[in-house]
């Protein structure tokens, strides 16, 4: 088994405790006030390392690609205007968990990824 440094184990839990969706630099940002020697590449690197092993999620934006600490099955909404990135743990989910547990003509569902876009409250 892997051993967890310091230092993923200080962006892991940046991402859990968060809930803003943030950029691989807004991650580094703030990384960098517990680890000041901490590299930008550094972070990278961990944040692809934690995708691949499905400990964090990416929600694709017109501005990059944020970062979610909340692995369970949720959607998101993407604004259009300002890309900011917000959790939906409504209905459509739960709707979603029923379908997941059928099998459908090509195979099992196991996960889905469910994106809404259109403008946020702030940009109304």
């Known amino acids: ?3 967890q440094t310091s230092q993923k184990e200080i962006i892991l839990n940046h991402l859990k405790e968060v809930k803003t969706h943030p950029s691989v630099n807004e991650v580094y940002l703030q990384v960098k006030k517990k680890l000041p020697r901490i590299s930008k590449g550094t972070v990278y690197r961990n944040l692809n390392d934690f995708v ?3 400990e964090v999620q990416t929600v694709p934006t017109e501005k990059g690609c944020r970062f979610d600490g909340d692995t ?3 959607a998101h909404f993407i604004c259009n205007k300002c890309c900011g ?3 939906v743990f409504d209905e459509v989910c739960r709707d979603c968990e029923i379908i997941k547990k059928k099998k459908t003509k090509v195979g099992e569902i196991k996960n889905y990824k469910i994106n809404f876009y259109g403008t946020c409250r702030n940009c109304s």
């Open 1 to 3: 088994m892997e051993r």
């Open 85 to 87: 990135v917000f959790d």
């Open 72 to 74: 369970s099955s949720h």
């Open 52 to 54: 691949e092993k499905r």
